[in-house]
Nanobody, 129 residues
């Protein structure tokens, strides 16, 4: 069982930055693949970024990004602290959404929300123009 709690959302002007954090419970955090998704009003929840599990290094794992955020967002993890972060730079109004942290023990297909077993409650990110 994994319990996820996001933090770090807020209101920022276009071009600004925010750093989201997700704190996870459980002693097997390093074995989970972690993802960030977002959902704007009236839209489906969409993939943002993912980082694969790593029992070898405390911050390791392969990373994956949606095309819309590639080069602007960076996902990272710290297995010693049971956290995963999403650094968001050069924010645009279209990045406005509720951002969710998710965990899965399934490898591959990280873009699909269907493989994720655990979800956080979400944190609001609003980017003003």
């Amino acid at each position: 069982q994994v319990h996820l709690v996001e933090s770090g959302g807020g209101l920022v002007q276009a071009g600004g930055s925010l750093r989201l954090s997700c704190a996870a419970s459980g002693r097997t955090f390093s074995r989970y693949n972690m993802g960030w998704f977002r959902q704007a009003p009236g839209m489906e929840r969409e993939f943002v970024a993912a980082i694969s599990e790593s029992a070898v290094t405390e911050s390791g794992g392969s990373t994956y990004y949606a095309d819309s955020v590639k080069g602007r967002f960076t996902i990272s993890r710290d297995n010693a602290k049971n956290t995963v972060a999403l650094q968001m730079n050069s924010l645009k109004p279209e990045d406005t959404a509720v951002y969710y942290c998710a965990a899965t023990s399934t490898s591959g297909s990280y873009y699909s929300r269907n493989i994720y077993e655990y979800w956080g409650q979400g944190t609001q990110v609003t980017v003003s123009s």
